[in-house]
């Protein structure tokens, strides 16, 4: 029998989906926030591969940062 060995980068993206399925599983209606940078988008994708080939289970709602940043300039 061969031992699987895992590097430390597919250890933290295994535990990823794993803590990503059980949401699904523990919560009523979860949903997803998107900003589109570069941490919403590594979530959308380990998302994705949790769920593939069916779709993602819950809702992916786009949340716009770029105003937040513009008030926050302008105190």
């Given at each position: ?7 430390n ?13 059980e949401?699904?599983s ?14 919403s ?19 992916l ?13 302008m105190?």
């Amino acid at each position: 029998m061969k031992k699987y060995k895992l590097s430390n980068l597919q250890e933290l993206e295994s535990e990823a989906i794993y803590v990503i399925r059980e949401v699904d599983s523990q919560f009523e209606n979860p949903a997803l926030l998107f900003s589109g940078g570069k941490d919403s988008i590594v979530i959308a994708h380990l998302t994705r591969k949790a769920f593939w080939p069916a779709k993602i289970p819950f809702t992916l709602a786009h949340i716009e940062t770029c105003y937040c940043l513009m008030v926050q300039n302008m105190l």
